[in-house]
């Protein structure tokens, strides 16, 4: 039996997710789903914690775990969001974040000619260390004389496993982008990993870019690229870049991965868009694709391509939600997409 | 009598300083330069330096120094680009990064309607501490249990400094950018002391953003922006990225400022492109609109606005190297700039 807890969290969030967890019912795979109803703002502003042990108990136990959006404006404090999916990326160890771009109609893009461009790539993005680590502090807070550190970490299993996921996601080329050239420590041990790893796949093209290069290169030539890695500051700015460059964030999925231990976090890239929950106007895609992101590591490859092929087959007709182009509500696309699977 | 030190440096660097330089001639001003030859990666490789103390002492000296490009594919080791760009940027205490940003015509932006987004805006890059402190190291370097780490070091006068700067530089709006959402210590030093100085300009709208939807911002809407201020990493990305999407690297000029001494380092952005050096095919434009940054500092604000005039006039009119769209050589190009300022 296979289980997905499912977070649906805060804003437009649970409209999202509830799309998501339709369309994967509508495949008849015999996915079981555990919601999680307690892991949002409100329930963070009544008990003061993000998520209680027995909530991640059962994120444990579960065989991946489907988040609509967490964060709202009642809830300023960066603890809440970072004591939900900083937590669950660190203590699942889920240190490889990917996040696949694809262009799902011209319209969509906000560059010229994007057909020529043909976008297909994916950003890796070092989940678990570097700049998130947490290491930091203040001398003299709050006072005129204060300075803070943050250090960034970067650890050799650490930045060769996120490596080979990147080697083994991509089918012409990875790219591995860092600083090496301004921040020498974390860039060498970079840099050597990835000339020994990049090694084991002389059928790929591997190329290497500093991280300002990629970040042109990603609006100037974004179909250049197949495979991004990098790490998790980085893949941060780059993935969400990258997301937009290919149609934007309502589109965009993510899973983060444990391709050991199997465990993974998908979820929309989107945030909780307070401003429209309730609306019909939240557009399910970005959960969708995030969905099909699950699909693909439970082993169930050929429905997660019916579910993609269906996005783009409604997105292309413009059955989707206004901000694709389309007229139809939340409800209503997502059934839109569920009927095109049929 | 004010004298500006020029370093041509590699590349292409020699034949569009040149340029620059008789620009600023043909101005009439009174400018005496000082051209220092031995700065380039020749010298580098015959010596093992990047930068004698001699040639320092020059540049210190100066009323400012333009840069042509510094940077060789026949040396590698980023101790030579660091050793003369950051070594002024840190020795000079060039604490803010000027990196104005205007489309000189829509055909040179990578993105849809580009008129339609009136792209004008300014990043301020802090150019002195966080992750370009050079503060790190590795344990166990070289073995598979190695562990790097680099630190991102910012102070309470480091940030107010270049957050009055960008304040001062403004006329619309200034965007904070940092990461207080992840990286703690220093996004909450970044927070409060922004908190204090957006304060006495009640006459700008003043925001914030996270780094990633700054990032993807301004892809999608760049014409939202007037100054972004951010820290040295994310303004080193941003910087590079709000170049591409206003016209290209071709055309970026930027400016290392210390507004208290006045010392001042003017630069094109892109680099020092070997493969077209002596072809003919380098484009003077970002190099021409560093010297009219200088020009500004130097209190010659009415011939810096004639020099800009005239870059657009000639990018308009096609007069121009053929990455803009026209089919001048480099020295065509500046001749047709100094004919558009007379
Ligand atoms: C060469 C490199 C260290 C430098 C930097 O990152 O500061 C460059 O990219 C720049 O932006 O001037
Ligand atoms: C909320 C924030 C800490 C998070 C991050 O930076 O990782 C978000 O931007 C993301 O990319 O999932």
């Given at each position: ?98 996040r696949p771009v694809r262009l799902l109609?011209?319209?969509l893009s906000p ?8 976008i297909?790539c994916a950003i ?94 990603l609006?100037?030539?974004p ?13 941060d700015i780059l993935s969400d870049l990258a997301a937009e460059v290919g149609g934007g964030l309502g589109c965009a999925a993510s ?13 929309p890239v989107h ?15 970005g959960?969708?694709l ?53």
């Amino acid at each position: 039996m296979t289980t997905v807890a499912v977070v649906p969290g805060d804003g437009i969030g649970p409209e999202v997710v509830a799309e998501a967890v339709a369309a994967v019912d509508e495949l008849g795979l015999g996915i079981d789903f555990d919601v999680l109803d307690g892991i949002n703002a409100r329930t963070y502003r009544e008990r003061g914690a993000a998520m209680t042990d027995a909530d991640f108990d059962r994120v444990r136990a579960a065989d991946g775990v489907l988040v609509g959006a967490i964060g709202h404006p009642s809830v300023p404090d960066p603890a809440y969001g970072r004591g939900v999916l900083l937590r669950m990326r660190f203590e699942l160890d889920l240190y490889a974040n990917y996040r696949p771009v694809r262009l799902l109609h011209d319209r969509l893009s906000p560059l010229r000619d994007p057909t020529r461009r043909g976008i297909d790539c994916a950003i890796v993005r070092e989940n678990t260390e570097g700049l998130y680590a947490g290491i930091g502090g203040a001398l003299r807070p709050g006072t005129d004389a204060e300075v803070a550190v943050d250090t960034e970490v970067s650890t050799h299993s650490g930045v060769t496993r996120v490596l080979r996921f990147a080697l083994s996601a991509a089918t012409r080329s990875v790219c591995m982008v860092d600083k090496a050239n301004a921040v020498e420590s974390g860039g060498g041990l970079w840099q050597r990993c990835w000339d020994r790893e990049r090694r084991t796949r002389p059928d790929l093209e591997t190329r290497h870019l500093y991280v300002d290069v990629a970040a042109m290169r990603l609006v100037r030539d974004p179909d250049s690229f197949d495979v991004i890695v990098t790490n998790n500051s980085y893949g941060d700015i780059l993935s969400d870049l990258a997301a937009e460059v290919g149609g934007g964030l309502g589109c965009a999925a993510s899973a983060n991965l444990n391709p050991e231990t199997g465990a993974g976090l998908y979820e929309p890239v989107h945030g909780s868009a307070p401003d429209i929950a309730g609306t019909g106007l939240a557009n399910p895609v970005g959960a969708v694709l995030s969905a099909a992101l699950l699909l693909d590591r439970l082993g169930h490859a050929g429905p997660a391509r019916s579910l993609r092929a269906a996005v783009r087959e409604t997105v292309e007709a413009a059955r989707c939600t206004p901000d694709l182009g389309g007229d139809l509500d939340t409800r209503a696309a997502g059934a839109a997409i569920r009927a095109a699977c049929r």
